[in-house]
């Protein structure tokens, strides 16, 4: 018989799986600290989905608990709502892909008012804002507003996104 694979070796099993860290119930093994300090803030783990790849979270709330994440910035947040760059805005190459969204996002207002309360329902972190803009100004000002806001305790770090530059604005 193999160890582990009769319901009187279970208990042994369980017991051996915090010696090798490795979980051969089916479940997750949670024995292992990994958390990390970002910036002065503790984080159950380092999974952070980068921005722009997971919306503002709530969405994929529907698929899994999304707790189980360390963190996650969400999309670009503009002082005006952007519908983004025309399309296409995807394109495949020999390499992998190229896209250009153009930061499409519903505006700093939006964000406050619609965005962050759905998110707050189904996530209990902090959470990093990505900040973005074509000016000085529009960075402070969307800076303050998240600052400012009913979800300002929902935001553990800002990020000042560089992204969509292609065009020329000063700063």
């Keep these: ?28 093994y949670t024995g292992a600290d990994l958390s990390v300090d970002l910036c002065g803030i503790r984080l159950d783990n380092p999974v952070i989905p980068a921005s722009g790849t997971f919306g503002y979270g709530y969405e994929f709330a529907e698929l899994y608990d999304i707790n189980c994440l ?11 709502a952007r519908f983004g760059n025309e399309t296409p ?12 969204v153009g ?8 964000v406050i008012a619609e965005e962050l309360p759905k998110l ?6 902090p959470v990093m804002a990505n900040v ?9 000002t969307v800076t303050e507003k998240l600052s400012r806001s009913d979800a ?7 990020y000042g996104s ?10």
């Design 162 to 171: 560089r992204s969509c530059q292609s065009r020329s604005h000063s700063y």
């Design 70 to 80: 360390g963190s996650f910035s969400f999309k670009g947040t503009t002082g005006e």
């Design 132 to 140: 973005s803009g074509f000016s000085v100004e529009e960075y402070r």
């Design 152 to 158: 300002a305790d929902m935001i553990g770090w800002f």
């Design 120 to 125: 707050a329902v189904v996530f209990n972190k």
């Design 1 to 28: 018989m193999i160890k582990g694979s009769g319901a009187n070796d279970m208990d042994d099993m369980m017991k051996n799986r915090a010696k090798d860290g490795i979980d051969r119930s089916g479940g997750i």
């Design 103 to 110: 930061l499409q996002n519903p505006g700093v207002d939006a």
């Design 89 to 100: 805005r995807i394109a495949e190459c020999p390499s992998g892909m190229l896209n250009s």
